[in-house]
């Protein structure tokens, strides 16, 4: 069935480091993959999106890459700060049209 | 612009009762989707609804259902509730159905607790 997988589920950095997440999914068919953040409370908020057409977006302090050739998508968050403290969950585009999740990372950034 | 809300936002039932969410798509949005987020599954899509017409449904049972009314207002509903279903509902409005051109914002869910 279809499937993303998620690594870490738990990453601890200094603030001011990088933080560097990894997602593998499994039908090839997919062409959307968005990354959510969810804080204690609230539901996932969409911070970053890239489409298959494009290898590499950016914005900010925040950037994902694509290899749809090996099916992998990575989040990567510079000079961290402790508010980016939270859930990270990675996800692509199902065959239903909805979205297939990750079973996402607990970030923490540590002052 | 006011976002995805969801009432209510606490709900403690027992078993065997039945629940019903609702849930307000952003303004001009028409589909809705539903996810269920638990410790264990993560999030799991449960269905979405287009125009008033359930257009994709995941991989839970009949008990669980839902609709959509002609404002794109949606509800769902679990009947004959069980423990396992003490969950995080959350519900994803865009502005049509498909994620090709689409993005999918998120309410802040409806904690059920089933006891």
């Known amino acids: 069935g279809e499937n993303v997988e998620q690594h870490p589920s738990t990453l601890s950095v200094q603030e001011g480091d990088s933080a560097v997440i990894k997602c593998t999914y499994s039908d090839s068919a997919s062409n959307y993959f968005p990354w959510y953040k969810q804080e204690l409370g609230k539901g996932p908020q969409l911070i970053i999106d890239i489409r298959s057409n494009v290898g590499e977006k950016k914005d900010q302090r925040i950037a994902v890459t694509l290899n749809k050739t090996a099916k992998h998508f990575s989040l990567h968050i510079t000079e961290t700060q402790p508010e980016d403290s939270a859930v990270y969950f990675c996800?692509?585009?199902?065959?239903?049209?909805?979205?297939?999740f990750g079973k996402g990372t607990k970030l923490s950034v540590k002052p | 612009k006011a976002g995805v809300t969801q009432t209510p936002r606490y709900l403690i039932k027992t078993r065997g009762q039945q629940v019903t969410l609702s849930c307000s798509p952003i303004s001009g949005h028409r589909s809705v989707s539903w996810y269920q987020q638990t410790p264990g599954q993560g999030l799991q899509f449960l269905f979405e609804y287009f125009s008033e017409t359930q257009r994709n449904k995941g991989n839970f049972p009949g008990r669980f259902s839902g609709r959509q009314f002609s404002n794109s207002r949606s509800e769902m509903n679990v009947s004959t509730l069980e423990l396992g279903d003490s969950a995080l509902y959350l519900c994803?409005?865009?502005?049509?159905?498909?994620?090709?051109?689409?993005?999918?914002?998120f309410g802040a869910g409806t904690r059920l607790s089933v006891l």
């Open positions: 994803a409005s865009s502005l049509v159905s498909g994620l090709a051109k689409n993005i999918q914002y």
């Open positions: 996800a692509a585009e199902g065959s239903q049209g909805n979205l297939i």
